[in-house]
């Protein structure tokens, strides 16, 4: 069974043996570039999301300018949160 991120670090920090430390340190990278293809995506999207203040305040404003139904879509809230949605895809998209 793999073992888990924390323990992996746990490992790095409390080995001395040499060829122990390289194991941990190659799994360490492994669980890394594993977690950025199955995660990546969320982390560039959670970086590319606008503030929620900001994200409310557009929201704000399209309703209050009737951006209601298939016109919503037409409102800066939704264009701002699709454009960060489309530039960092699900990778099954």
Same mark, same amino acid.
Do not use: C, F
């Given at each position: 069974?793999?073992?888990?991120?924390?323990?992996?670090?746990?490992?790095?920090?409390?080995?001395?043996?040499?060829?122990?430390?390289?194991?941990?340190?190659?799994?360490?990278?492994?669980?890394?570039?594993?977690?950025?293809?199955?995660?990546?995506?969320?982390?560039?999207?959670?970086?590319?999301?606008?503030?929620?203040?900001?994200?409310?305040?557009?929201?704000?404003?399209?309703?209050? @300018?009737?951006?209601? @139904?298939?016109?919503?879509?037409? @409102?800066?809230?939704?264009?701002?949160?699709?454009?960060?949605?489309?530039?960092?895809?699900?990778?099954?998209?």
């Amino acid at each position: 069974m793999a073992r888990s991120i924390e323990e992996i670090k746990a490992s790095l920090d409390t080995n001395t043996d040499d060829d122990a430390l390289l194991t941990a340190q190659a799994e360490y990278t492994r669980a890394q570039e594993l977690d950025e293809e199955t995660n990546g995506y969320k982390y560039d999207r959670e970086n590319a999301y606008p503030e929620i203040k900001e994200q409310l305040d557009k929201l704000y404003h399209d309703i209050d @300018g009737g951006l209601l @139904g298939e016109d919503a879509k037409t @409102g800066s809230w939704y264009l701002a949160i699709k454009e960060v949605k489309d530039d960092n895809p699900k990778p099954s998209e």
